[in-house]
């Protein structure tokens, strides 16, 4: 039965690929990735072997928890988009929960990133094992430290599963993210402002502190040896199957609970908003697209991130002065705008199949045109006022409040260039967005290649087209910010223009590629 799964997963892989060169693309893509991330990092952690046994045990340990936490977190940020990770897609199954819980285990560990990380953690017995018997048990302890990321994962993923189908759930998933990004990047904060003690004090802190948890536990087996390895070991294989015991439990468990996500929702009421927009169909598009950017969960994790990231930048650069100090100001402004207008990369994607009733009203390129900017209206409404924010508390930050008006003007005329850029890009490749269950979902399964491509370009494209006056603002020359603005509305309006006659001779094919089914 366990090979069963394995055969299944290789299978709807293989499936999946077939007679679609962009996922064959994406797949290969992603193929290389994994192979590179295995061997870099196998070899960066066999590297430890020539620093002082003391610090190789220490950045080990830290390394085997930073595995098992991203086991535990990333699959939570997948779900919905991974139907592997759901239990409630096997419950008509005929088979036992043992069974299933066997054969999830093993199509869990079936894949290449699965196989990356199992390659990295093999590289801390390079690191850490002394002679043939720690090479032994560092085996042992590498395949029970695996065994320890895959079980983690299930076990969190199935026990909130009933939870994470809900409306609620999401929201609660997406605030959570939002804090482990914070709180990822308060070493690097720490590290920019002077840390408190000596680096290597506090990698033996943290090794001690981590010496104890199961992580820790397979690092010291590696590193130890002999029967206290022994012991470790044990005590590290009683951890991963009482995680397996409660992993059945949950499964148990969630295969009966009624789904939360069938409850009903709330009313949709008209916004106050609504009575300031345009008539006609600008108005109802920019209606529109504001309850989504309202209700959609995956909208309001792309502006709590472009936000988050602007802050975390805006803290480490503050405190320069002239150039430096007008580039503190500016440049959390710049990178909140990118990040937002790179949502335009794929403006047709949230509309899924429904875009059909729009296509059908569309009689020309115009047509296809003030759909376009009744977009670009919606996300200015909220993007204009956030980046004026970012910038005036940038420009506190930094020392100087005059620095907000350049960097302010410099944001808006870079996000007026990125919603000119998404509008060629929306056309030219667009792409399926998954069903609601997941605010972390950039694509639909196959197709992360494709979006992955979409937001690079559009990265690039707009970064170049931006180059002229986002560059001198960053260098210290405050009043060319006064052309960014004009300059970011000309681009806007040439890439709807260009997006309305490529566009409307491909809607066709547009609504094809925003409708398979996921």
């Avoid at 285990?105 to 094992?129: D, E, K, M, N, R």
């Avoid at 048990?137 to 599963?161: K, M, Y």
């Avoid at 109802?284 to 930048?313: D, M, N, Q």
Wanted: one cysteine or more.
């Amino acid at each position: 039965m366990t090979m069963l799964f394995v055969r299944l997963k290789l299978r709807l892989i293989l499936g999946n690929l077939r007679g679609d060169l962009i996922k064959q693309v994406g797949f290969a893509f992603s193929l290389l990735s994994a192979l590179g991330c295995a061997l870099g990092g196998f070899v960066l952690f066999g590297l430890l072997r020539l620093a002082s046994p003391d610090v190789a045990l220490n950045v080990g340990i830290v390394v085997f928890t930073l595995f098992t936490v991203g086991w535990a977190v990333v699959p939570l940020l997948i779900f919905g988009v991974d139907e592997t990770l759901d239990p409630s897609r096997l419950a008509l199954f005929p088979l036992t929960t043992r069974q299933l819980a066997a054969g999830m285990f093993a199509a869990s560990a079936t894949g290449p990133w699965p196989l990356a990380s199992l390659a990295v953690l093999a590289g801390g017995v390079v690191a850490l094992a002394e002679g043939v018997g720690g090479v032994l048990i560092g085996l042992v302890a590498v395949v029970l430290q695996f065994a320890l990321c895959l079980v983690t994962s299930r076990v969190l993923t199935t026990a909130l599963s009933g939870a994470l189908r809900s409306r609620r759930g999401r929201d609660v998933l997406a605030v959570a993210a939002v804090g482990v990004v914070l709180l990822s990047q308060l070493p690097n904060l720490l590290l920019n402002r002077g840390l408190p003690g000596d680096p290597g004090a506090l990698l033996s802190s943290t090794g001690e502190v981590l010496r104890w948890a199961p992580p820790g536990l397979a690092a010291h087996a590696i590193a130890d040896g002999g029967l206290v390895g022994v012991a470790e070991l044990v005590v590290l294989g009683g951890v991963v199957v009482l995680l397996a015991w409660l992993w059945i439990v949950a499964l148990r468990r969630a295969l009966v609970m009624p789904d939360a996500s069938n409850q009903g929702g709330g009313t949709v009421r008209r916004s106050w908003i609504d009575r300031f927009l345009p008539q006609g169909p600008l108005g109802g598009v920019v209606a529109k697209e504001l309850k989504y950017a309202r209700r959609e969960p995956r909208g309001r994790v792309a502006w709590f991130t472009a936000v988050v990231v602007s802050g975390i930048i805006m803290f480490t650069l503050s405190g320069g002065d002239g150039p430096v100090g007008l580039f503190s100001a500016a440049g959390p402004a710049c990178l909140a705008a990118l990040l937002i207008g790179i949502q335009a990369c794929n403006s047709f994607g949230i509309d899924g199949r429904s875009l059909w009733m729009n296509a059908v009203t569309f009689s020309s390129d115009r047509d296809l045109r003030t759909d376009l900017a009744g977009r670009h209206l919606a996300m200015a409404v909220i993007a204009v006022p956030v980046l004026g924010v970012i910038s005036v508390a940038a420009a506190l930050l930094a020392g100087n409040a005059a620095w907000a008006v350049p960097a302010a003007f410099t944001a808006w005329g870079l996000l007026g260039v990125a919603l000119g850029v998404g509008a060629v890009t929306s056309v030219i490749l667009p792409y399926t967005l998954p069903e609601r269950l997941n605010a972390f979902s950039g694509a639909a399964p196959g197709q992360g290649a494709l979006a992955f491509g979409s937001s690079s370009l559009g990265f690039l494209v707009t970064g170049a087209l931006a180059l002229p006056v986002v560059l001198p603002v960053l260098l210290g020359i405050g009043w060319f910010g006064l052309l960014a603005v004009p300059y970011g509305l000309l681009v806007a309006w040439a890439g709807r223009k260009t997006a309305g006659l490529v566009g409307f001779a491909r809607l066709p094919s547009i609504l094809a590629a925003v409708s398979r089914a996921t």
